[in-house]
């Protein structure tokens, strides 16, 4: 790892740059905690999505908490059969940058790298209006260009430990990502 903001460190495989692996794709992105019953109460719907949508889609977990130990979620990780990717973000910079609340919230970005849903897997219990279901659901009409606004519905799970100590750095990405104000 280059040691970068943009670059995050991943648990199966080399470092990866997050504009890069979801660069002119669907992209599905879940905060995962080893620590977490919710966030694991949820592996099925994205091992769901992992082999439903293959190579059409990006999906990622992450786990943002600055206590996780890796060697523990890779080993939990390979005990659960969780073979996505999963980036590690010791220092909660994909979180901050998200804004990221709890383990188990999803993060379900368009091809053009736009948020279209930030929230829990079941969208239908508190978006009913949108009929859509849940995420698989979701990914099915973005994946076939159908026009989707969902925004965001509640989440619920552990929070996301984040990481206390943030360098000067970070505080440069974040503003250059416009999630700080000056």
């Given at each position: 790892?280059?040691?970068?903001?943009?670059?995050?460190?991943?648990?199966?495989?080399?470092?990866?740059?997050?504009?890069?692996?979801?660069?002119?794709?669907v992209a599905v992105l879940r905060f995962w905690s080893p620590s977490c019953p919710h966030a694991q109460s949820?592996?099925?719907?994205?091992?769901?999505?992992?082999?439903?949508?293959?190579?059409?889609?990006?999906?990622?977990?992450?786990?943002?908490?600055?206590?996780?130990?890796?060697?523990?979620?890779?080993?939990?990780?390979?005990?659960?059969?969780?073979?996505?990717?999963?980036?590690?973000?010791?220092?909660?910079?994909?979180?901050?940058?998200?804004?990221?609340?709890?383990?188990?919230?999803?993060?379900?970005?368009r091809n053009d790298g736009t948020l279209a849903y930030r929230g829990t897997n079941d969208i239908a219990r508190?978006?009913?209006?949108?009929?859509?279901?849940?995420?698989?659901?979701?990914?099915?009409?973005?994946?076939?260009?159908?026009?989707?606004?969902?925004?965001?519905?509640?989440?619920?799970?552990?929070?996301?430990?984040?990481?206390?100590?943030?360098?000067?750095?970070?505080?440069?990405?974040?503003?250059?990502?416009?999630?700080?104000?000056?």
């Amino acid at each position: 790892m280059d040691g970068s903001p943009e670059s995050l460190s991943v648990y199966h495989g080399e470092p990866v740059s997050i504009t890069e692996a979801v660069r002119d794709k669907v992209a599905v992105l879940r905060f995962w905690s080893p620590s977490c019953p919710h966030a694991q109460s949820l592996d099925p719907a994205m091992a769901d999505l992992a082999s439903s949508f293959k190579d059409r889609i990006a999906v990622f977990d992450v786990d943002s908490n600055w206590k996780s130990n890796p060697e523990d979620s890779e080993r939990i990780r390979e005990e659960r059969g969780l073979g996505w990717p999963m980036i590690r973000d010791p220092r909660s910079l994909l979180a901050r940058a998200l804004k990221a609340r709890t383990n188990g919230e999803f993060f379900v970005f368009r091809n053009d790298g736009t948020l279209a849903y930030r929230g829990t897997n079941d969208i239908a219990r508190y978006r009913p209006a949108m009929k859509i279901a849940d995420v698989h659901h979701l990914v099915e009409k973005l994946l076939a260009g159908d026009s989707v606004e969902c925004g965001d519905a509640p989440c619920f799970g552990c929070y996301i430990n984040y990481n206390p100590i943030v360098h000067k750095e970070d505080l440069d990405f974040l503003k250059k990502i416009a999630v700080l104000d000056e």
